[in-house]
């Protein structure tokens, strides 16, 4: 959370139309805070995208777009909420049709385990490069907490809620452990 990711995403996009190449982008439908169909950044920038759910082949969408008007990288935000299955799928973008993939999104939930996407990632990405933010005490941020109403932090509950800093704070290792959002609690 916060890190910047679909900023980087958007900004890598933008590379590639620079150069005279088109890219395809995509999110999960589940994810509609900047509305459906929209990826975009806490800085203000936005694109369509195309959209995928649980049960999207995403080797069919792509290749179907790729048919209509050539990609030259496909860019995917909200990661996590890919399958293993669909994890795979892009790994056969990438090994038959030769388009470059990147995935964009969090590794871990608020509770300390991996989304099946995330772990899929990491088992068949070919690079990791991690996009980092900062706890509140200026360490590396590298878990989420979930907050209730009250502010406070949950460890337990369903994997998948969408929300922004009001319902998700990064923190370090220590600050999830101890579920401290911020300075002024505790």
Partial sequence: MNAGKST????????????????????????????????????????????????????????????????????????????????????????ELRIPVLCY?????????????????LALA???REIRTICWCGSKASMVLRMDAGGKSVKAGTQVVIGGNDVYASVCRKHWKSGEPHKDTG
């Fill in 8 to 95: 980087v995403l958007l900004q890598a996009s933008h590379n590639y139309y620079e150069q005279g190449m088109r890219t395809l982008l995509m999110t999960a439908a589940l994810d509609d805070r900047a509305g459906v169909g929209q990826i975009a950044s806490r800085i203000g920038l936005d694109k369509p995208a195309d959209l995928f759910s649980s049960g999207t082949d995403v080797y069919a969408a792509i290749t179907a777009r790729h048919k209509e008007n050539p990609v030259d990288c496909v860019m995917i935000d909200e990661a996590p909420f890919l399958s293993a299955e669909q994890v795979w799928q892009l790994s056969k973008v990438t090994d």
């Fill in 105 to 121: 999104g969090l590794r871990t939930d608020f509770a300390g385990e991996l989304f099946p996407g995330s772990a899929a990632l």
């Fill in 126 to 128: 070919d690079h990791l």
